[in-house]
T-cell receptor, first 113, second 116 residues
């Protein structure tokens, strides 16, 4: 059983397009995250949701819009894709109020041409 | 804001030898959690080991152990009996216990190469 699954694994698209990445966790966690890993492998938080409510929103362009229909799902929609959006996007989940680590999905490699 | 620094962009070690990866962090919080994650070429993020700041005892997981120095804000990872499968990027990460700030803040990573 995959704990945190995200789709698709690879996404190649042209500048200006709109795309979505989906994430689901079956760990029963109440918090989910989106991280961006750039070409230098640096991982940076983008968003965090707790029980469907946005609690962390780092400095991310408005073109990025997360949506959490329930606490097991957190999707990421990106409008008007730019070359600089090319990266690996990781979804993760954890449980609030404990030392529980973040459990990561396998990442989505987004390439914008 | 918390910061995490990994000063070794790359390290290499002979198979079966021991290697230590360095990590320092900056925080004003007294309680927090520290983690080491491993990212092999498959890009999967794998938890290696975790440490609670209130625990003085250093965490150990099989061949992996940490040297946690709270006063010095240092959290190094020791890998004993290095194996080829240990080759990966290793990330040190800090997590606040405070609700609303429970994200992981990562260091820039250390690429570990195992020499056969």
């Amino acid at each position: 059983d995959t704990a945190v699954s995200q789709t698709p694994k690879y996404l190649v698209t042209q500048m200006g397009n709109d795309k979505s990445i989906k994430c689901e966790q079956n760990l029963g966690h109440d918090t989910m995250y989106w991280y961006k890993q750039d070409s230098k492998k640096f991982l940076k938080i983008m968003f965090s949701y707790n029980n469907k409510e946005l609690i962390i929103n780092e400095t991310v362009p408005n073109r990025f819009s997360p949506k959490s229909p329930d606490k097991a799902h957190l999707n990421l929609h990106i409008n008007s894709l730019e070359l600089g959006d090319s990266a690996v996007y990781f979804c993760a989940s954890s449980q609030t109020g404990s030392n529980s680590p973040l459990h990561f999905g396998n990442g989505t490699r987004l390439t914008v041409t | 804001a918390q910061t995490v620094t990994q000063s070794q962009p790359e390290m290499s070690v002979q198979e079966a030898e021991t290697v230590t990866l360095s990590c320092t962090y900056d925080t004003s919080e007294s309680d927090y959690y520290l983690f080491w994650y491993k990212q092999p070429p498959s890009r999967q993020m794998i938890l290696v080991i975790r440490q609670e700041a209130y625990k003085q005892q250093n965490a150990t997981e099989n061949r992996f152990s940490v040297n946690f120095q709270k006063a010095a804000k240092s959290f190094s990872l020791k890998i004993s009996d290095s194996q080829l499968g240990d080759a990966a990027m290793y990330f040190c990460a800090y997590r606040s216990p405070n609700f609303g700030n429970e994200k992981l803040t990562f260091g820039t990573g250390t690429r570990l190469t195992i020499i056969p």
